[in-house]
C-alpha cells in the first residue's frame, strides 16, 4: 500500500512538472468613460458645453463625449471626489476626434499642475493618445482630467472616447533595504520654553472634531465677516460671491450658534470685529453691483439672484462710482462698543468664560479688492493707525480682559506695503507710502504706532501680531497633493517660516524683501524691536492637501515649528474633515491615543542634521515628565537614523505612535522602542509620521522632596510633591 501511495505521489509531481507556468495577467485598464462616466468620475467643466451622451461620432460602443469650448480657457474638466492611487497604472489613454474643423489647440493636464501636453485633433479622424505618468510629473494619485483651450479662445466641437487608466504589467520595484537617515539629538536642558496650546486652533472646525481635540480656539474670520450685521444676521459676501447680501438667522444668528458650539466644546473663539465703517443694511437680497442698475457684466450669480453682477462690464472695465448703500450702511466705533456690550450680557467678559479674543478685521489691504463697492480706494499707513486705535480702544473699553489680534494682513505684500504703494504704477520700484513714513516695513511701523497709543494713553490696545501665510509656491496652498514634485515642494516650503538661509520657490523670490521669507523669526524681531511684549499670532494659514498623507506630513511639520519658534496662536483656514489625514496630524500632537494624551507642553532642543528628510520636535510634558518627540519623514524611502538624549534619565523603552499612507484611517501603536541611557536608534518608515514617548527613569510621584513642617512629629515632616 505504501509503495503505491508513493508511486502515486511521483506520478503526479511529474505530470505537475511538466505543466507550463501561466503567463503574468497584467493589471487592467481602469475605465473613466465608456459610453459613460464610470468608477466615481463626474463632469465638473467650465466655460464648455458638454454632451457626455453624444452619438456620433463615437470610436467604439454607443456614445463619446462631444466638447464645445465656449469661453477663454475653458475646459472638459473630469473629477473625482476620491483620489485614486496611481499605483498598479502606467498612464492614461484616451481617444480624441477633431470633429469636421480639426486643428483645437488644446492642452491636456491634470488640475492644479503645470505639465501640459500639447495637442492638436485631426478632422474626421480618431487619433489614439497614451500619456505615461513620468509626462504629467509622476503623480502618486489623481482626482482630475482636463482637456483646456490653451489660446485663451472659443474653438469648434471635438469628441473624446474611451478614456481609461493604463494596467501596469509590469514587475513591481523591490521595496529597498532602509537607507542611513540623519542623527537627531535631543537636549532636555536647552532651549526649553512653554509651548502654547492655542498653536492648534482651526477656523470653523466642526463640532465632533472639536470636541473629540479638545481644540483651543476657533476662529470666525474670513472676508464676510468684515461686513456682518450682528443685529440682523447678515453679512456681505464681497468678491468671493457676487457682493452680495447674505441674511440666515436673526432669532438664532450664526454667531450666536458659532460662540455656543464653542461653549460647548470648551473652545475659545476668535470674533473679528469690522474696522471697515461698514455693515449691511435692511435688505438681505441686495448686491453690490446690480445689472439693472450698473450694465451687464462679464459675470452674475445666474444661477441665484442673476441681476448680482461681479462689478465687471462686459468691456472688461471695472465698475468705479457705484453707491456703497446699496448694500451697506455707514458704522462707527460705537457698533464694535454694542456688540461686545452684548456679548458680555449673553456670555460674561473675557475673564469671565465669554469672549477672549477679537480680530481687528480681516484682510485690511485687501478691502479695494475684496470689498471695492464699499471701499475702493486702497488702504494707508494712516488709516489703518486711525482705524485700529478708534476700535481697538472700543473692544477694549467693552471688555479689558479681551485680548486683540492684528493688522490681520494676507501676506508678503502686505507685510512691508500698504494698498496704497501697491496702486502706485511703478510698484515695487516707487513706494510712496513707505517712503512718507520712515522707509519703515508697514507691519514694523504698524508696531510702532500701537506702542505709542499705550504710551500716550496707558491701555494697551494690541496684545497680539496677527499676520496670514500662505505659502504662494504654485500648487501648494490650498491645493490637492498634485505630482511628486509638488508633494517635495510642499514638504520644503515648510522651511519659510524658520530657516533663514531659505530661499523661497515662488514669486517672493524675485521682489524686494525676498528671497527668505524667516516669518516666525521677522516676526519676533519686529515685536522685540517695536513694541516688546506683544504676541505673535498665524490666524489663517495653509499648505493645501489635508486630504492626503502629503498634506498630513507638511500640517505635522509646521505645528511642530509653531511650538519650537514661539507661535503664540494660529489658526488653520480650510480644516480637514475628522476622517481625512491632516485631521490626524493634529490628533498627533492632542489625541494619539484616543485618551487626549498628546505632546508636551514645554518646547526642548531637538536637531537634525537634515531637517527636509527627518524633522524632529521635542517637547517635555508637565503630567508625567515624559519626553515626546515627533519625528516626520518626508521622503519616500525607509530612514533608519539614532537619536541621541541628553540630559534626561529615560526609561528602559519607550512608546511609539505612528500615522502613515498604510492605514490613513487611525494612528497605530507600534511595539515598544528599547531605549539606553543615551538613546536609541530606529526605523522611520517612508512619509510617516512617528511620536515617540519617554517616560523617565523615575516617575513624579516617585520623587520625594523635604519640606519642613514645623509642629508635625519627624516621620511626617517628608511630603511628596505630587500628591
Given amino acids: 500500500m505504501k509503495k503505491s501511495l508513493l508511486s502515486i505521489f511521483i506520478l503526479v509531481a511529474f505530470l505537475l512538472a511538466c505543466i507550463p507556468p501561466l503567463p503574468t495577467q497584467a ?9 459613460a462616466l464610470q468608477n466615481g468620475w463626474g463632469n465638473w467643466s467650465w466655460g464648455a458645453a458638454i454632451d457626455p451622451n453624444n452619438a456620433a461620432p463615437v470610436h467604439s460602443g454607443e456614445a463619446s463625449i462631444a466638447v464645445t469650448i465656449t469661453e477663454q480657457w475653458g475646459a472638459l474638466y473630469l473629477g473625482n471626489n476620491t483620489p485614486l492611487s496611481t499605483s498598479g497604472y502606467s498612464g492614461i489613454r484616451f481617444w480624441i476626434h477633431g470633429g469636421a474643423a480639426g486643428g483645437q489647440s488644446i492642452s491636456f493636464h491634470l488640475m492644479d499642475d503645470d505639465n501640459r501636453i500639447h495637442i492638436s485633433p485631426q478632422p474626421n479622424t480618431w487619433q489614439e493618445f497614451t500619456i505615461p505618468w513620468a509626462d504629467l510629473g509622476n503623480p502618486t494619485e489623481i482626482n482630475s482630467l482636463v ?43 536647552a532651549d526649553r520654553h512653554p509651548i502654547s496650546r492655542d498653536i492648534y486652533g482651526m477656523n470653523f472646525a466642526d463640532e465632533d472634531l472639536a470636541a473629540e ?54 473652545t475659545h473663539t476668535i470674533l473679528t470685529m469690522p474696522l471697515i465703517g461698514w455693515t449691511p443694511n435692511d435688505n438681505p437680497q441686495a448686491c453690490g453691483f446690480s445689472i439693472t442698475k450698473y450694465g451687464p457684466q462679464q459675470d452674475a450669480d445666474w444661477s441665484w439672484r442673476p441681476d448680482c453682477g461681479n462689478g465687471v462690464l462686459t468691456g472688461g472695465q471695472t465698475i468705479t462710482g457705484n453707491d456703497p448703500l446699496d448694500t451697506s450702511t455707514p458704522i462707527g466705533p460705537e457698533f464694535v462698543t454694542d ?117 500716550a494713553n496707558g491701555v494697551r490696545i494690541l496684545d497680539y501680531l ?62 522685540e524691536t517695536y ?26 511639520d509646521v505645528l511642530g515649528i509653531f511650538g519650537r519658534e514661539g507661535v503664540d496662536l494660529a489658526a488653520l483656514w480650510g480644516p480637514p474633515e475628522s476622517n481625512q489625514p491632516g485631521a490626524f496630524a493634529f490628533r498627533m500632537y492632542l489625541n494619539y491615543d484616543g485618551y487626549h494624551h498628546g505632546f508636551g507642553e514645554t518646547s526642548i532642543q531637538a536637531v537634525s542634521t537634515d531637517q527636509d528628510q527627518l524633522a524632529v520636535y521635542a517637547a517635555q510634558r508637565g503630567a508625567d515628565a515624559a519626553l515626546t518627540l515627533m519625528i516626520i519623514n518626508k521622503t519616500g524611502a525607509d530612514l533608519v537614523s539614532p537619536v541621541a538624549l541628553t540630559n534626561f534619565v529615560p526609561a528602559s523603552s519607550a512608546q511609539v505612535y505612528r500615522y502613515s499612507a498604510q492605514d490613513l484611517t487611525r494612528i497605530i501603536r507600534q511595539p515598544d522602542q528599547p531605549v539606553s541611557s543615551t538613546g536609541f536608534t530606529a526605523t522611520y518608515p517612508a512619509n510617516t509620521i512617528t511620536l515617540v514617548v519617554i517616560p523617565p527613569l523615575i516617575p513624579p510621584q516617585q520623587t520625594y522632596l523635604p519640606t519642613v513642617l514645623k509642629g508635625l512629629p519627624r516621620s511626617q515632616r517628608f511630603k511628596s510633591t505630587n500628591p
Avoid: C
Fill in 27 to 35: 493589471a487592467e485598464d481602469l475605465i473613466i468613460y465608456a459610453d
Fill in 147 to 189: 482637456w483646456q483651450d490653451d489660446l485663451g479662445t472659443s474653438h469648434p466641437i471635438f469628441y473624446v472616447d474611451d478614456i481609461s487608466l493604463v494596467g501596469d504589467d509590469s514587475t513591481p520595484t523591490p521595496t529597498p533595504p532602509p537607507g542611513a537617515g540623519p542623527v537627531l539629538t535631543i537636549d532636555a536642558a
Fill in 213 to 266: 481635540l479638545r481644540l483651543p480656539v476657533r476662529r470666525w474670520g474670513g472676508n464676510a465677516t468684515t461686513r456682518y450685521n450682528w443685529q440682523t444676521d447678515t453679512s456681505n459676501q464681497a468678491m468671493d460671491w457676487y457682493f452680495e447680501n447674505y441674511q440666515e438667522s436673526p432669532s438664532h444668528s450664526r454667531v450666536t450658534q458659532f460662540i455656543e458650539q464653542d461653549q460647548r466644546t470648551s
Fill in 339 to 455: 456688540w461686545i456690550n452684548h456679548l458680555v450680557s449673553a456670555y460674561g467678559r473675557a475673564d469671565q468664560g465669554g469672549i477672549r479674543f477679537y480680530n481687528l478685521d480681516n484682510e485690511p489691504m485687501l478691502w479695494s479688492s475684496t470689498h471695492r463697492d464699499v471701499h475702493p480706494n486702497p488702504a494707508s499707513y494712516d488709516e489703518m493707525r486711525d482705524r485700529t486705535w478708534a476700535y481697538a480702544a472700543a473692544i477694549k473699553t467693552a471688555d479689558p480682559s479681551a485680548l486683540t489680534l492684528g493688522p490681520v494682513t494676507w501676506g508678503w505684500t502686505a507685510y512691508f506695503w500698504s494698498a496704497l504703494d501697491w496702486a502706485d504704477p511703478d510698484f515695487p520700484t516707487v513706494t510712496p507710502d513707505r517712503t512718507a513714513h520712515g522707509g519703515l516695513p508697514f507691519t514694523a511701523w504698524y508696531l510702532q504706532q500701537m506702542q505709542a497709543y499705550e504710551q
Fill in 466 to 527: 496677527d499676520l496670514h501665510y500662505y505659502p504662494q509656491a504654485n500648487g501648494v496652498s490650498l491645493s490637492p497633493a498634485g505630482n511628486a514634485a509638488t508633494q517635495a515642494l510642499r514638504l520644503r516650503s515648510t522651511r519659510a517660516l524658520w530657516d533663514e538661509t531659505y530661499a523661497d520657490e515662488s514669486w517672493i523670490a524675485d521682489v524686494p524683501e525676498g528671497p527668505y521669507v524667516r516669518l516666525i523669526p521677522r516676526m519676533h524681531t519686529w515685536v
Fill in 531 to 556: 513694541y516688546p511684549g506683544t504676541k505673535l499670532a498665524i490666524t489663517e494659514y495653509n499648505w493645501g492637501a489635508l486630504d492626503h498623507i502629503n498634506g498630513a506630513l507638511a500640517q505635522a
